[in-house]
C-alpha cells in the first residue's frame, strides 16, 4: 500500500528569515513584511520556488528577511531583473518590491514596460510619498508643498498617482492596501498571486521618521469610514460609518459623485456597482482623492489575458516544433546556410 | 580588389554580399569591408549618402579588405567623389553615365563634369549609360521607371561576373527565392544582370578589362560557408551554452553595429535560446543578470554608449559573482560618434570603466568567424570563474563577411556546469579553492534559499557585512580570482615572425588582417618583425611580459589614442610605442608597413 505523506503545511514562521530586520521601529514596513509572511503558506508553494526581488531604498531591504530566494539589486531596476528570472524560469513566483522613489522615479521605465509587457509577477509598491534611506528629500508621489531638506520651500511639481499610472501603462491587475490593514492585505497578495501576468499593488506605508502620519487624512481612525471605500467585485460601491454613501456617476461629465442612500430621492439602485475588469471604472476610483472623494482601497482592476511569459513560450516550443534539425545539433545550425567543399 | 559605390537606395551591400558568395564559391579567398552611412535613406545623389562595398580576393590567403581598389563601380557622381581618391593609379573605374545629370553632378559638389575634365585622367574610365541599358533590359517587365532602375545593381553585377568570369547561378537562384512573391521582379533583376553580363561580352570594350582569371587560392580542404561577425558570435554563443548545458537568454536593446546579433539570435528559438528585446539598456543588462540568476545563461550586447549605461549593473554581476557575457561591438566615439564607422576604443571602458575595484575578463575577437571561438571561450570564462566576461569586437567584423572552415561541433569539448544542491554546509558565497568562483545555486533548488544582492557580504557565511578587514578581504578575492584566470587561458603565441627580435607588432581585435599582412611584407623585405595578436585582454597571459622583454621594441598598432599601450606600460613598465588611428576606417597594410619601417630605422 501506498501511503502519501500530505505535505507539510508551512507557517509564517517558515518564511522568516535569520537577519535581524533593521527597518525605523514603528515603518510601516515591518506591517506588510508581516502580512506577506501570513500570506505565503496559504499559496501552496514550496519556499524555494519563491523569489523576491528588489531594488534600493527601505522597501528594498525586504528580500533579506523572507526565508525565499531573495535578490536585492540596483536602484530602480528590480521590474527588469525580475523579467530576466521569470523568461528564464517561467514556474518561479516571483514578487517584486519597490517604493515610490525605486518604482516610480529613477525606475518609472522598467516599471512602465513590465506592466505593459504583462510580465507574471506579483509588484508591491511600498508608497510613503519620502525618499527614507537617503535621508528624507521628496518622491515623486509627494504632494505639492511637501518640505523636506531638498525643497525647503516646499515642493512645487506636481505628484503622480501609482494607480493611474498603472492603468494607464496596460496593467490588468491594480489594487491598493494600507500598511495597518492587517487582515485585508493577505486577501490582495493571494489575488495578486493567483492572477496570470503583473500584478500591481500600492501599499499606503507609514514613515515615521520622515513622512509621519502622511495618511491620516483617510487613515485616522475617526475618519477612515468617510475618507475610505473599499471597494468589491460584485457589489455596490457604498461607503461610511453605516455604508450610507455611495458612488453614483453623472452621465453628462462622465464623473463619479458622492451621493447619500435615502437623501434627494437617492436609492441604492442608483449606485455604481464595482466591475473590476471595467478600466474605465479603474480610471475613475483610482483618481478618486480625499477630502472630496473617499480614497478607493482594493481590487480596483483585474481583468487577466494572456501573460508575457507564456507567450515566449509559446514561440519558442513553436520554434522547436517547427525545426527539422535535431534539438540543439549545432553543426546542423553551422551548416544552415549555402557551403562549399574545398578539395585537394 | 573591387569597391562597388552608390547610393544608399542603390543596392551596394547586396550587390556586394552576391558578388562575395559568388567569389567563394569559386574558391578565391576573399575578405569584405561594408561602409554605409548611418542615415538610413539619406537624400538621393548626396556625398554623405553614398554606401559602399569592398571586396578583396585573390589565389593567396587574402586577410584583410584591401588598401585600394584596382576596380572601382561608381553608380553616380557622389559615389565617384567619394570614393575615387582610394582608387589605385591606372586603376579601371566603371561609371553609370546616365546617372551624370546636372542635378546630380551639382549634389555631389562638381562643378565641372568629371566624366569631361581631367578628373579621371590617372584612371582607366569605363562610360556605359547603365540607367538606360538596364531599362532596356527589364522593359518587357512592365515595371515603373523607379523599380525598374533599381535593377542597376544587378546590371553592374552582371558585367563584374563577365569579367571575373563568374558563375551566375548562385545569384540567379538567390532572387528567385528572395522575390518568389513578385515573380516578376525576379524575372526582371535576372534579366538586368544577364543583359550586364552579355553587354561585357559583345560589347567593344577596351581590351584589357575582362577576362581576368583569378586562380584558385592554397586553400585548407574542408566544408566552408561565408560568416559575418554578427552570425559567428550568435552560434558561439549557442554553441557555448549547449557545452555548458544551459539555455540562453540574451536581453539586448537595438543600438548600432550591434543588433544584428539580436536578430540573429531571434530566429535561433528552436536552440532553447529566448530573446528579448529590453525598454533600455540597463533594462537588457540587469534582464540578462535576472536570467543567470535563475540558471540560465544571461547575456547582453551593446555598442559603446550602450555598454556605459549597463555599467552599474554590471558591477552588481561582479559583486554578487554570476556569469554574464557582455557583447560589446565597438564604434567610433565618443558619445554618439559615428555609429556605422568602427573603432577599438572602449578597451578602457571594458577593463576599468565601473565605480570600485570592480574586475571582470575581457576578450577580444579578431575576425568574423574568430568571434565563434571567442564566444564560446567567454561562455566557459563566465559559467567556470562565475564573473561577467566583457566580449570586445566591432562594426567591422560584425558586418564583414570571410569564408570559414566549419568546425565540427562534435569534437569541442564539454563544459558542463554544475549547481550547487547540496544544502549541507551552503551559503552562497562559499567558493571553489581552485578558482575562487562561488557556487552557483539557483532558485528552485531545495534548501538554498538565500539572499544575493549588491551590499558588500561576509566572506565566510555571506551575510550583509560593513566589517573593514572582511571588505579588504572580498576586493582582494575578486581581484584574485579574475587575475586567475590567467593559468586557464593559453600562454601568447606569436602569429608570424620569430618569438624574440627587433620589433614586435602588438594589435587586438580586427586590426589583425592589416597587421598580418604588413608584418608578412616586410618579413619578405627581410625585416626582423614579428605579429602578435592579443585575443585575452584581461588578464592578460602570464606569458606575455616575457615575450614582449624579448624584442628591442614593441609597437601597438590600434584604432583608437593609444589605450593597448597604455595597458600594457600600466602593467609591464616597459617602453611601448603606439601607432593610432582614429578615423572611423579601417588600417590600410601600406600605414603599418611604413610605421615597422620607421620603427626598424630608428
Avoid at chain 2, 180 to 192: D, F, G, M, Q, T
Wanted: net charge negative.
Amino acid at each position: 500500500m501506498n501511503v502519501t505523506t500530505p505535505l507539510e503545511k508551512l507557517t509564517p514562521k517558515d518564511f522568516t528569515s535569520d537577519q535581524e530586520v533593521r527597518w525605523c521601529p514603528g515603518c510601516g514596513d515591518y506591517a506588510i513584511l508581516k502580512a506577506v509572511q501570513k500570506t505565503m503558506p496559504e499559496l501552496g508553494l514550496k519556499r524555494e520556488n519563491i523569489v523576491f526581488v528588489s531594488g534600493i531604498g527601505c522597501s528594498s531591504r525586504f528580500p533579506y528577511y523572507m526565508e525565499t530566494y531573495g535578490f536585492h539589486t540596483i536602484h530602480g531596476r528590480a521590474p527588469a531583473f525580475a523579467t530576466g528570472v521569470k523568461l528564464a524560469n517561467p514556474e518561479l513566483s516571483v514578487w517584486v518590491v519597490t517604493g515610490d522613489g525605486d518604482g516610480l522615479s529613477i525606475g518609472g521605465n522598467h516599471l512602465l514596460h513590465i506592466l505593459r509587457r504583462n510580465v507574471d509577477v506579483q509588484i508591491l509598491l511600498f508608497n510613503n510619498e519620502i525618499y527614507g534611506l537617503t535621508k528624507g528629500q521628496y518622491s515623486p508621489t509627494s504632494r505639492i508643498g511637501t518640505r523636506s531638506p531638498s525643497t525647503p520651500g516646499g515642493s512645487i511639481d506636481n505628484p503622480l498617482s501609482p494607480t493611474e499610472f498603472a492603468l494607464g501603462a496596460g496593467a490588468r491587475f491594480v489594487a491598493r492596501g494600507i500598511d495597518t490593514q492587517q487582515k485585508h492585505l493577505p486577501d490582495l497578495f493571494l489575488r495578486a498571486h493567483a492572477h496570470k501576468g503583473a500584478s500591481f499593488i500600492e501599499i499606503f506605508q507609514n514613515c515615521i521618521v520622515y513622512n509621519d502620519a502622511v495618511f491620516e487624512d483617510f487613515t485616522a481612525k475617526p475618519v477612515a469610514d468617510e475618507r475610505q471605500i473599499h471597494v468589491e467585485h460584485g457589489k455596490p460601491l457604498r461607503f461610511g460609518k453605516d455604508g450610507q454613501h455611495g458612488l453614483r456617476l453623472k452621465p453628462q461629465s462622465l464623473a463619479l459623485e458622492v451621493v447619500t442612500v435615502g437623501e434627494n430621492g437617492v436609492t441604492e439602485a442608483d449606485l455604481l456597482v464595482h466591475d473590476e475588469t471595467s478600466r474605465p471604472l479603474a480610471n475613475l476610483l483610482a483618481a478618486m482623492q480625499p477630502p472630496d472623494f473617499p480614497m478607493a482601497i482594493g481590487i480596483l482592476y483585474c481583468n487577466p489575458t494572456e501573460s508575457y511569459t507564456e507567450k515566449v513560450q509559446r514561440q519558442v516550443e513553436d520554434a522547436k516544433a517547427k525545426t527539422k534539425a535535431a534539438p540543439g545539433d549545432i553543426n546542423a545550425l553551422l551548416r544552415s546556410g549555402h557551403t562549399w567543399e574545398v578539395t585537394d | 580588389m573591387v569597391r562597388f559605390a552608390g547610393d544608399s537606395g542603390d543596392g551596394m551591400q547586396l550587390t556586394g554580399g552576391q558578388f562575395t558568395l559568388t567569389t567563394a564559391l569559386a574558391e578565391n579567398d576573399l575578405a569584405t569591408f561594408p561602409d554605409f552611412p548611418a542615415e538610413i535613406r539619406a537624400p538621393a545623389g548626396t556625398t554623405y549618402g553614398v554606401s559602399a562595398f569592398q571586396i578583396n580576393f585573390g589565389a593567396r590567403r587574402i586577410k584583410t579588405a584591401g588598401d585600394e581598389p584596382d576596380v572601382l563601380v561608381a553608380m553616380n557622381p557622389a559615389a565617384l567623389k567619394v570614393n575615387l581618391k582610394d582608387l589605385k593609379e591606372g586603376g579601371l573605374v566603371i561609371l553609370d553615365t546616365g546617372s551624370f545629370t546636372e542635378r546630380n553632378l551639382q549634389k555631389a559638389g562638381y562643378e565641372k563634369n568629371p566624366l569631361e575634365d581631367e578628373t579621371l585622367a590617372p584612371y582607366r574610365p569605363v562610360k556605359i549609360d547603365i540607367s538606360r541599358l538596364t531599362l532596356e533590359a527589364v522593359k518587357e517587365f512592365g515595371l515603373s521607371q523607379k523599380e525598374a532602375l533599381r535593377c542597376k545593381n544587378l546590371w553592374t553585377l552582371g558585367l563584374i561576373y563577365w569579367m571575373y568570369g563568374r558563375d551566375r547561378k548562385a545569384t540567379t537562384a538567390w532572387l528567385e527565392q528572395k522575390f518568389a512573391k513578385r515573380p516578376e521582379l525576379a524575372k526582371s533583376n535576372i534579366a538586368a544582370m544577364d543583359a550586364g553580363h552579355a553587354f561585357g561580352e559583345t560589347a567593344e570594350m577596351p581590351a584589357e578589362i575582362g577576362g581576368f582569371t583569378i586562380g584558385e587560392a592554397d586553400i585548407e580542404p574542408g566544408l566552408y560557408r561565408t560568416v559575418t561577425g554578427s552570425e559567428a558570435l550568435a552560434w558561439g554563443l549557442v554553441a557555448g551554452a549547449k557545452l555548458a548545458g544551459l539555455k540562453l537568454t540574451f536581453a539586448s536593446y537595438p543600438i548600432t553595429p550591434a543588433s544584428t546579433l539580436l536578430h540573429t539570435l531571434a530566429k535561433l528559438k528552436a536552440y532553447d535560446v529566448v530573446t528579448f528585446q529590453a525598454e533600455d539598456e540597463i533594462a537588457a543588462v540587469c534582464a540578462a543578470i535576472g536570467a543567470s540568476y535563475a540558471g540560465t545563461l544571461g547575456v547582453t550586447s551593446s555598442s559603446g554608449p550602450g555598454l556605459a549605461l549597463k555599467m552599474e549593473a554590471i558591477g552588481l554581476a561582479i559583486s554578487v559573482e554570476l556569469p554574464l557575457v557582455i557583447v560589446n561591438s565597438q564604434r567610433a566615439g565618443p558619445s554618439t560618434g559615428m555609429p556605422t564607422k568602427t573603432e577599438q576604443s572602449d578597451l578602457f571602458q571594458a577593463v576599468w570603466g565601473r565605480n570600485a575595484d570592480s574586475p571582470v575578463a575581457v576578450v577580444a575577437s579578431r575576425s568574423s568567424s574568430d568571434c565563434f571561438d571567442v564566444a564560446i571561450e567567454a561562455v566557459r570564462l563566465a559559467t567556470k570563474y562565475m564573473t561577467p566576461v566583457i566580449l570586445l569586437t566591432d562594426g567591422y567584423i560584425a558586418n564583414a563577411s570571410e569564408p570559414w572552415r566549419l568546425p565540427d561541433a562534435d569534437t569541442f569539448e564539454p563544459m558542463p556546469v554544475v549547481f550547487r544542491t547540496d544544502p549541507e554546509g551552503f551559503h552562497p558565497f562559499l567558493r571553489d579553492e581552485k578558482t575562487l568562483a562561488r557556487a552557483w545555486a539557483v532558485p528552485g533548488t531545495p534548501g538554498l534559499e538565500h539572499r544575493v544582492g549588491g551590499l558588500e557580504k561576509d566572506y565566510d557565511s555571506g551575510h550583509i557585512s560593513y566589517d573593514p578587514v572582511n571588505h579588504q578581504r572580498m576586493t582582494n578575492v575578486r581581484a584574485e580570482k579574475i587575475q586567475g584566470i590567467a593559468r586557464d587561458i593559453p600562454p601568447q603565441a606569436v602569429e608570424l615572425g620569430e618569438a624574440k627580435g627587433k620589433l614586435a607588432v602588438v594589435g587586438w581585435g580586427s586590426t589583425y588582417g592589416p597587421i598580418d599582412r604588413a608584418v608578412a611584407r616586410a618579413r619578405q623585405d627581410g625585416a626582423d618583425v614579428a605579429h602578435i595578436h592579443v585575443r585575452h585582454i584581461w588578464p592578460l597571459p602570464a606569458n606575455l611580459k616575457a615575450l614582449l622583454e624579448s624584442f628591442d621594441k614593441v609597437l601597438v598598432a590600434e584604432m583608437n589614442n593609444g589605450q593597448l599601450a597604455t595597458l600594457l606600460r600600466s602593467q609591464y613598465q616597459l617602453p611601448i610605442e603606439s601607432l593610432s588611428k582614429v578615423s572611423g576606417q579601417p588600417f590600410r597594410i601600406s600605414e603599418i608597413e611604413a610605421a615597422i619601417r620607421r620603427a626598424l630605422e630608428n
